[in-house]
């Protein structure tokens, strides 16, 4: 029988033939996707003609198509719908797949190609797109080890190796720990009906009766947020920051060592004094001490708002009749009744007007009006039935495949990403995209957001349309193949047309009645934008910090005692904690992704605060010159060029801190 993964995938779209994939096929397609990019790369090494661009990187662009193939689908599926045959093979693959790379930027017959063409480049007659294809290759292989010979050479690949495995080792094990905590509920005082709905829904997933409160955020944040028993609050917030921190098998503080130290071995190997140094080499800070400046010129106002705020919670609190100090398991339940009295903003009255149906077709919508995008429901097999599918077409042309799967479960680890099954690219005939969006919100009939899951929604969307415009030539710089602390500006930046007033008004929508959101609510809504800022931006900022601490120096042999000092030196307020603490800080240990790079949410959103500007000052949230240019110099641009000339391609000058902490209202 032929290994669907590997025969030609003959759906609309070429799509994956999900319907006809099993777990015991993903084995045999690596393997089968491994010995051909081998072959493929020995090809191109062991090529007698001299080096050209088309013979040596065009060639290494299309080496791996098969792997990406089945990788595109498997790492969707680990991370969205997994099982323990997957969880097996992952933690099989790996190493394997570490392996591989060690392999092909250690073959020094490649690595002379590519030289050789790089001491050519001014006679090759290269666009500016294949000049920049080739410093990214040449780049990549000198940072990956390409230059070291003999032990250094081979213990680089081990370290890489070891690497790979305890970040697959990390994830699993805070999959395994949000999987198997629950906390039945006998008493639902104070929660709305929608907590309700969404822990009953929550006890069905695990085939139990009643109520539930799991670890996933957009169930224990509400119930936080509502529940009057301050004790369940208590319990539950603790196992909430416990995550990869209970003893045990699952337990991640080893490996967080361990990582970095290894990441710290690495660095020394390629000649970079901390892994902070060498991470921050290509970003857009360049520097350690670009991110802490950055990061500190927020975090004292922000610590000031915190502080003034928690005295506010603080007095509500012993009003309510508690004594001692506001706790973290308070500041939610506290903050929400103050905004209610600031705002009279009740989140159980407004979610009724934020189905998830009604944000998809809002997001839809300002896409179409800014890029002409269309999108139009697809029904074809997909790996869950949570999963829906749109073709994206501008014109009439095919743009893209949409994937969403917005719902929580038990297989799903948490949070919310945009990946691709398949990369936008020209080489060898076009390629357009196969974007999935992963959310975890509580299930519902209807569903309903939060305000801040409507954001996430649009934030994930904004990645996606950085994939879905890409219009590269190279698959290694198309979509969001662009510097760590550049590839948050348009999912960022998106997030504001979910602030624009028309929007809202247009298809903030009653989910039983249809009625548009009345005005005093709208306007009470967006007056309360930067409620409680303080608070999020402590808890962001501190945990950016510990990340950058952990990597710009000699690697701590405790890390919970560095994370300790680090907090304690920037005084952060008792009742607030960092928003990851490190056993559960998937983005810096689970991958090398974020690691040393936190920071670059708040570096893009200094440009997605000025980006925005930009419509503001042209008097239209859709003003068509500017999304024009948007889309140009950012959205379609990829990586084919420096991010800093990229930006100020699209807005003239790069931007200072000023427009970030003014619309946190932070700004003095």
């Known amino acids: 029988m032929t290994n669907p993964l590997l025969a030609p995938w003959q759906a609309e779209f ?41 013979n040596t990187i065009e060639a290494m ?84 080890g390409a230059a070291l010979e003999g032990a250094e050479a081979a213990r680089l690949t081990e370290v890489k190796s070891r690497l790979a495995s305890l970040g697959t080792q990390f994830t699993q094990n805070l999959l ?3 999987r198997d905590w629950m906390m039945p509920l006998e008493d639902l005082a104070g929660l709305p ?27 224990i944040v509400p119930f936080l947020q509502f529940s009057t028993r301050r004790d369940l609050r208590e319990k539950a917030y603790a196992a909430w920051t416990a995550r990869g921190a209970n003893g045990g098998a699952t337990d991640n503080r080893a490996i967080a060592a361990e990582v970095l130290a290894l990441r710290a071995e690495r660095a020394s190997l390629l000649g970079y004094d901390s892994f902070a140094s060498y991470k921050l080499e290509t970003e857009m800070a360049g520097t350690p001490q670009a991110v802490r400046d950055l990061l500190m010129q927020v975090w ?33 339940f506290y903050a929400d009744k103050l905004r209610q009295a600031e705002h009279d903003l009740d989140e159980a009255a407004l979610k009724p007007y934020l189905s998830l149906d009604g944000m998809i077709a809002a997001a839809f919508d300002c896409a179409q009006r800014l890029f002409g995008l269309e999108f139009r429901a697809l029904d074809v097999p997909l790996y869950h039935p949570d999963a829906r599918a749109w073709e994206v077409t501008r014109e009439g042309r095919h743009m893209a495949v949409f994937i969403g799967d917005y719902f929580a479960r038990p297989a799903k680890r948490s949070g919310a990403w945009c990946s691709t099954m398949r990369s936008q690219r020209k080489l060898g005939g076009e390629v357009r995209p196969i974007v999935v969006n992963i959310c975890n919100f509580a299930k519902g009939n209807p569903a309903l957001l939060s305000y801040d899951d409507a954001r996430t929604l649009f934030h994930e969307f904004g990645h996606a349309l950085h994939q879905m415009l890409s219009d590269v030539s190279y698959g290694f710089i198309s979509g969001t ?42 306007e009470r809504l967006l007056a309360a934008q930067n409620f409680d800022q303080g608070f999020a931006t402590v808890e962001y900022v501190a945990s950016a910090l510990v990340d950058l601490e952990f990597h710009d120096g000699p690697p701590p042999g405790d890390p919970m005692q560095k994370q300790a000092e680090v907090l304690d030196a920037l005084g952060l307020p008792r009742a607030i904690r960092m ?7 998937a983005h810096v240990f689970a991958g090398d992704g974020y690691s040393s790079g936190y920071y670059s949410y708040m570096w893009s959103e200094v440009m997605d605060a000025d980006a925005f500007e930009a419509f503001r000052e042209a008097g239209d949230a859709f003003d068509p010159q500017i999304a024009g240019k948007l889309e140009r110099f950012i959205l379609s641009a990829g990586g084919s060029d420096e991010a800093e000339r990229l930006y100020t391609a699209f807005r003239g000058r790069m931007p200072g801190v000023e ?10």
């Open 14 to 54: 070429n799509l994956p033939p999900f319907e006809q994939i099993r777990d015991a096929d993903f084995a045999p397609a690596f393997d089968a996707a491994l010995a051909a990019g081998r072959a493929a790369y020995g090809a191109i090494a062991n090529n007698p003609e001299a080096p050209s661009f088309a």
């Open 61 to 144: 662009e299309q080496a791996d198509d098969l792997l990406d193939r089945v990788a595109g689908v498997f790492f969707n599926l680990s991370g969205s719908d997994s099982n323990p045959e997957r969880e097996a093979l992952q933690r099989e693959l790996s190493p394997k797949l570490s392996a591989y790379s060690s392999e092909i930027v250690n073959n020094r017959a490649l690595f002379d190609r590519i030289e050789a063409l790089w001491a050519a480049r001014d006679t090759l007659d290269l666009t500016d797109e294949q000049a920049r294809v080739l410093m990214l290759y040449r780049r990549m292989f000198m940072r990956a």
């Open 176 to 178: 395994a720990d949000e």
């Open 193 to 219: 009906d929608f907590v309700i709905a969404s822990a009953r829904a929550a006890a069905e997933d695990r085939g139990r009766e009643g109520h539930v409160v799991t670890l996933n955020r957009s169930l």
């Open 300 to 332: 004292e106002p922000a610590r000031a708002k915190a502080m003034a705020d928690a005295a506010r919670l603080e007095a509500l609190l012993h009003a309510d009749g508690h004594t001692g100090p506001l706790e973290p398991w308070d500041w939610r």
């Open 481 to 522: 193949s662009v510097a760590r602390d550049f590839v948050e500006l348009p999912s960022q930046l998106y997030e504001h047309w979910l602030e624009v007033p028309e929007v809202l008004a247009q298809h903030a929508r009653h989910v039983e009645t249809g009625a548009a959101m009345p005005q005093e609510m709208l």
């Open 579 to 585: 928003r990851h603490a490190t056993p559960h800080f």
């Open 659 to 668: 427009a970030l902490l003014k619309g946190r209202g932070l700004a003095a």
